[in-house]
């Protein structure tokens, strides 16, 4: 969670320091309003919308990397826009589908149980909103269409 967190740390300055002063707010003048349009409009959704579900998302490829006995070496890479994991070794095609799939769809499932149990629906669109990661734009989405023809145009061979 930590690298996720330091790719987003202005959101979460920005955010800390206006919840701050609402909180300092509701203290000095017992107006709640504040403190609680802090939290419904900045820090739920930066923590509970962002933070939460890119950390979740990215385990989730860390833990199906982990059990494929030829990836070698898990690495975090963090550019400007986003954090992904690389891995180091060889899959085939369906062991890269499977990783590519495992991150979006374990923030889908969290997102239908949210909305599901009407626990938060709001919340659950933030969850919900993965499934998109599965187009060819996104690295899941070239991954999975890689996985996929690489696993439907491989032959056998024939020794």
Same mark, same amino acid.
């Given at each position: 969670? +930590?690298? *996720?967190?330091? !790719?987003? #740390?202005?959101?979460?300055?920005?955010?800390?320091?206006?919840? +701050?002063?609402?909180?300092?707010?509701?203290?000095?003048? =017992?107006? %709640?309003?504040?403190?609680?349009? %802090?939290?419904? &409009?900045?820090?739920?959704?930066? &923590?509970? =919308?962002?933070?939460?579900?890119?950390?979740?998302? @990215?385990?989730?490829? *860390?833990?199906?990397?982990?059990?494929?006995?030829?990836?070698?070496?898990? %690495?975090? @890479?963090?550019?400007?826009?986003?954090?992904?994991?690389?891995?180091? +070794?060889?899959?085939?095609?369906? !062991?890269?589908?499977?990783?590519? &799939?495992?991150?979006?769809? *374990?923030?889908? %499932?969290? =997102?239908? *149980?949210? #909305?599901?149990?009407?626990?938060?629906?709001?919340?659950?669109?933030?969850?919900?909103a993965h499934l998109a990661f599965l187009l060819p734009v996104f690295g899941d989405g070239r991954a999975l269409w890689f996985g996929s023809r690489q696993r439907l145009t491989h032959t056998p061979?024939?020794?």
């Amino acid at each position: 969670m +930590g690298a *996720v967190a330091s !790719q987003v #740390w202005p959101l979460l300055l920005f955010t800390g320091v206006l919840t +701050g002063a609402a909180l300092l707010w509701m203290i000095r003048s =017992g107006d %709640a309003v504040p403190a609680a349009m %802090a939290w419904m &409009l900045l820090a739920k959704p930066a &923590l509970l =919308g962002l933070l939460v579900p890119f950390a979740l998302h @990215e385990s989730a490829h *860390v833990l199906v990397l982990r059990r494929i006995p030829t990836v070698t070496h898990i %690495a975090l @890479e963090r550019t400007g826009w986003r954090t992904s994991v690389v891995p180091a +070794g060889t899959m085939t095609g369906r !062991q890269t589908a499977l990783v590519a &799939l495992a991150g979006p769809l *374990v923030c889908v %499932a969290v =997102g239908a *149980v949210l #909305w599901l149990t009407s626990f938060d629906r709001a919340l659950s669109w933030w969850y919900l909103a993965h499934l998109a990661f599965l187009l060819p734009v996104f690295g899941d989405g070239r991954a999975l269409w890689f996985g996929s023809r690489q696993r439907l145009t491989h032959t056998p061979d024939a020794s």
